[in-house]
């Protein structure tokens, strides 16, 4: 396809596909003549992946920028991982030498207890866990003083189990292993980024009305349905 018809395609303006072509974030058409060059589906799926950081995700473009850059090395590099980090980057703790040593301290207790999940990667990396002892110093702090890192087992088992729902439901089914087709991870760089995002407002918007509905609950003394029992009710 030419420039053109990828722009109507992929939704993004000519100029902006230049751009991203100047700034190595897109690879350059195939060129057949002087000033005229061909796309692929490849191109399409990287657009789409740069807008979804861009306005869902709400990425600056240094940080599409080293995603990409991720991209461009294919399963050797870690673009899902590098674009979820940057998503939740943990704040730092500042100058308080008190506030860093919890910080680091309440780290290495998280690892220990993410290295014992059975699904987590060889990678600690991929942990995300400077987010979550960031969050339970907070809840220690605030709510919990004795809060023990091993009740976070029931949050890793929801957490999991939702993973699994959304690759499921996810069109077409959970994706072969991409490393064996020699696929571009664009489109399931995308789909992860997408769903750890909108999924995770989703799950965060129904937890507050659990948690609004059960409070009420109790303090009206109505029977609160419990958790394992839960189904919809039908209409």
């Not at 003083?145 to 077409?172: N, R």
């Not at 399931?188 to 799950?203: G, H, K, M, Y």
């Amino acid at each position: 396809m030419r420039l053109a018809e990828l722009s109507q395609r992929a939704g993004v303006p000519r100029s902006s596909i230049k751009f991203y072509i100047r700034e190595g974030l897109l690879a350059a058409g195939a060129v057949h003549a002087r000033n005229q060059a061909s796309y692929g589906t490849q191109h399409v799926e990287r657009l789409e992946l740069i807008r979804a950081l861009r306005e869902v995700a709400g990425l600056p473009l240094e940080t599409v920028a080293r995603v990409t850059a991720e991209l461009d090395r294919g399963w050797r590099g870690d673009p899902i991982g590098e674009a979820l980090l940057a998503l939740y980057a943990v704040p730092d703790p500042g100058t308080d030498p008190a506030e860093s040593a919890e910080r680091k301290r309440v780290v290495r207790e998280v690892r220990g207890f993410m290295r014992a999940l059975p699904w987590v990667i060889g990678s600690e990396r991929h942990y995300f866990a400077d987010e979550i002892a960031a969050a339970l110093v907070q809840v220690r702090r605030y709510l919990y003083p004795d809060f023990p890192v091993a009740a976070l087992a029931k949050y890793a088992e929801v957490a999991w189990l939702l993973s699994e729902i959304e690759f499921a439901t996810a069109p077409g089914g959970p994706r072969v292993p991409l490393r064996e087709r020699g696929d571009d991870v664009a489109e399931p760089t995308r789909r992860a980024i997408l769903s750890s995002v909108l999924f995770e407002r989703i799950f965060a918007a129904l937890r507050r009305a659990a948690n609004s509905a059960r409070s009420i609950r109790i303090a009206n003394g109505e029977p609160v349905p419990r958790a394992r029992s839960h189904r919809p009710r039908r209409r």
